[in-house]
């Protein structure tokens, strides 16, 4: 091993040549990268790292497979998916049902819901997907949550609000969910937006054509310029791309021209000119 690495790193890796799942290895090697510094040095270790984190990823797939371990699939619609968890008749059909288009089944009873069940959040040109995950926390129902951009841990008023937090916590370090945020089952749907909204960090992006009115905004990560706008609207708008008219939050003035490098912001409005 490189001699040059920090004191503490000897602890981790040794951790991990000593885990003995492949869960574990995972995790271990998990905090082995985090702790190698990033420089010349250690270039060559870190990809083999990562490679190894790689292989120990796909022998697990393969060994969930063999064991019938099944996975489940959410068909993501809409421009944001967000997973809705809660404890067992906490109130997320309601919670879903009040917020979304969805008709779910609600009873007085816990594990009403078995099935993922799905609605759609339309606010301010954004169209989210809101999916209650069943209270049965089965590593099938929870494998629908990795294709979400966003977890919604859902405290309610009918239970142990502590209680609920305490639970809800266990469960977003046991599955490592980075995007999250808690809310109170009684939130407005205006609220609601605007936290998954400003949690997520994408911004939405309107396209001006001469003459034509905006139509629906492009949703796209924070940070992004006008070449992906471009390329995202249709490659021959990058190809022959001469210049941007920008107006909006990253406009100084109204107008203003920008070329491809230009960073966009949440509601810019973007008039893209052409080659002839
Ligand atoms: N006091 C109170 N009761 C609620 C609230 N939301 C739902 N309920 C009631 O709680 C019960 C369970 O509601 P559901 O929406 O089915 O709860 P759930 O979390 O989807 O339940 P499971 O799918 O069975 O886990 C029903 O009797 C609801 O009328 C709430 O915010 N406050
Ligand atoms: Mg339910």
């Given at each position: 091993m490189p001699t040059n690495l920090p004191a503490e790193w000897n602890k981790y890796y040794d951790k991990y040549l000593n885990a003995k799942t492949i869960k574990e290895k995972i995790k271990a090697l998990k905090e082995v990268i985090a702790h190698t510094p990033k420089n010349k040095a250690t270039d060559k270790i870190r990809a083999r790292f990562k490679r190894k984190m790689a292989e120990l990823r796909k022998e697990g797939e393969k060994k969930k497979a063999k064991s019938g371990g099944k996975s489940l699939s959410i068909k993501k619609e809409g421009d944001v998916q967000v997973s809705i968890i809660g404890l067992a008749n906490s109130g997320k059909s309601t919670f879903l049902k009040r917020i979304t288009n969805s008709n779910p089944k609600i009873a007085d009873y816990p594990y009403t819901t078995t099935e993922p069940e799905v609605g759609m959040l339309e606010f301010d040109d954004v169209k989210i997907q809101l999916v209650e995950i069943p209270s049965t926390f089965t590593p099938e129902v929870l494998s629908t949550t990795r294709t979400s951009d966003l977890m919604i841990l859902l405290i309610s008023d009918r239970l142990d609000e502590s209680k609920q937090i305490i639970e809800l916590r266990k469960l977003k370090r046991e599955y490592e969910w980075k995007k999250y945020?808690?809310?109170?089952?009684?939130?407005?749907?205006?609220?609601?937006?605007?936290?998954?909204?400003?949690?997520?960090?994408?911004?939405?992006?309107?396209?001006?054509?001469?003459?034509?009115?905006?139509?629906?905004?492009?949703?796209?990560?924070?940070?992004?310029?006008?070449?992906?706008?471009?390329?995202?609207?249709?490659?021959?708008?990058?190809?022959?791309?001469?210049?941007?008219?920008?107006?909006?939050?990253?406009?100084?003035?109204?107008?203003?021209?920008?070329?491809?490098?230009?960073?966009?912001?949440?509601?810019?409005?973007?008039e893209i000119h052409l080659k002839k």
């Amino acid at each position: 091993m490189p001699t040059n690495l920090p004191a503490e790193w000897n602890k981790y890796y040794d951790k991990y040549l000593n885990a003995k799942t492949i869960k574990e290895k995972i995790k271990a090697l998990k905090e082995v990268i985090a702790h190698t510094p990033k420089n010349k040095a250690t270039d060559k270790i870190r990809a083999r790292f990562k490679r190894k984190m790689a292989e120990l990823r796909k022998e697990g797939e393969k060994k969930k497979a063999k064991s019938g371990g099944k996975s489940l699939s959410i068909k993501k619609e809409g421009d944001v998916q967000v997973s809705i968890i809660g404890l067992a008749n906490s109130g997320k059909s309601t919670f879903l049902k009040r917020i979304t288009n969805s008709n779910p089944k609600i009873a007085d009873y816990p594990y009403t819901t078995t099935e993922p069940e799905v609605g759609m959040l339309e606010f301010d040109d954004v169209k989210i997907q809101l999916v209650e995950i069943p209270s049965t926390f089965t590593p099938e129902v929870l494998s629908t949550t990795r294709t979400s951009d966003l977890m919604i841990l859902l405290i309610s008023d009918r239970l142990d609000e502590s209680k609920q937090i305490i639970e809800l916590r266990k469960l977003k370090r046991e599955y490592e969910w980075k995007k999250y945020i808690f809310v109170e089952s009684s939130v407005s749907k205006e609220e609601l937006f605007r936290r998954i909204w400003n949690k997520i960090g994408m911004i939405r992006v309107y396209t001006k054509y001469p003459g034509k009115p905006t139509g629906k905004p492009m949703v796209m990560m924070k940070g992004s310029t006008v070449e992906e706008a471009a390329k995202k609207l249709h490659k021959d708008f990058f190809r022959y791309f001469k210049f941007a008219k920008i107006t909006g939050p990253s406009a100084n003035f109204k107008g203003q021209r920008v070329g491809l490098e230009h960073v966009l912001k949440d509601k810019d409005i973007v008039e893209i000119h052409l080659k002839k």
